[in-house]
């Protein structure tokens, strides 16, 4: 019998790999194995196509390409040329987007190029001149505040961690709460939706440079043209970070208002997430901001990735497709319907619901930290992550929410009947776990009580409700 093109392919890459380090081998066998079996319900993961992987596993690897189109530090960069082309006409097609840049490796790499060029737009400064003829991890500590005091300490106003904003968007532990000098808006309290006159409120007392739109937890829409209009009324750029939703944005679910890209003066992503291409990032402009944008590499990045260029190429051609609309509808279409089972059981939702691809469970309501949840549901075979909910009280480690999202599980085929068994297997794991104590007796945030013969069973269910859809079907490892 002879066997498809995929199987193929991936067999005899592995064949040849085997021959070299053959752990290697068998853990990229064991890496599908397990994807294959497990309930996979992270907001941020997806699983690319055999074409987007195979794109990245050639000789492209090996190319040095610095620069951009036409302007390279390297010589023999033609078909570097030809794939990066691709990748940003594409992406350009596929947002509507004047400028593209597919450079950045990964999603906060997006951001620092999206930064920079902000900064080298808006600022005139010596000692910004001085800091972008060096390396970025040259600069010390000194550096950034005397940077900073110079540029008058510059602003960003993002959305708070704990409402779901990203590090990135000024926040301590990344480079971004060094460059800038950070106020968040939260959601309101009552509703956990985002309240624009707030954000407009703190936008006219904190007058920042930057206002970023953009999140990793936040269950609902938001309101690009407003923020907009908020950005301009105190002479602020207005930057989305569309890392986890760019796939209902390619997919037009989110347009009009929703649609980031025709209102903010830059927009920044990563592919690999609802966007189901190579792990990457890319950044989108306007031609005001193009040519700096264009500096990301050498200004912050290393050299580019060719490989995944081509990847991105591969995966943002398949976007335009009209399946990947398909696709993207049906991902809102199985978290609402996963809301909805869980919220007919009884759980406790973030915003009592969602609009896009995640939802947010307040395991409070079952007496639960997110650590305790996350841990019961792994071992009852479901694969989610904590996350803190808004006024957390257990802080961004233990945190209260377990974080849930669908474009994987819609890769794979499952929909709205198979929604409502998750949020029955959810629900009945966090149901029957407990709390544990710790040795002197005091109540653990991080212990928990789960009898093993349910997680047992949850998982087995599980098991079979993937079983009848199986994950890279056209793919047989032998
Ligand atoms: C995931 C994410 C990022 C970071 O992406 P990486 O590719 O992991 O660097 C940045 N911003 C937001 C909003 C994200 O959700």
Redo the contacts with the bound molecule.
Sequence with gaps: MSLNAESTAFRSALEVIRAVEPRVADAIGAELADQRESLKLIA?ENYASPATLLAMGNWFSDKYAEGTIGRRFYAGCQNVDTVEALAAEHAKELFGAAHAYVQP???????LVAFWAILADRVESPALKKAQVRQVNELTEADWFALRRELGNQRMLGMSLDAG?????GFRPNISGKMFDQRSYGTDPATGLIDYDKVAEAAREFKPLILVA???AYPRKVNFRIMREIADSVGATFMV????FAGLVAGKVFTGDFDPVPHAHIV?T?T??SLRGP???MVLCGPELADQVDRGCPMVLGGPLPHVMAAKAVALAEARRPDFADYAQRIVDNAQALADGLLRRGAKLVTGGTDNHLVLIDVSGYGLTGRQAEQALLDSGIVTNRNAVPQDPNGAWYTSGIRIGTPALTTRGLGAAEMDTTAELIHTVLGQTTPGANADGTPSKAKYVLDPALAETVSKQASDLLSGFPLYPAVDLG
């Design positions: 941020s490796h990964s999603g906060i790499d997006a951001n904003g990203h590090l990135t968007h953009g999140y990793s970070d569309m890392a986890h920044t990563t690999h997430k792990r990457g990032g």
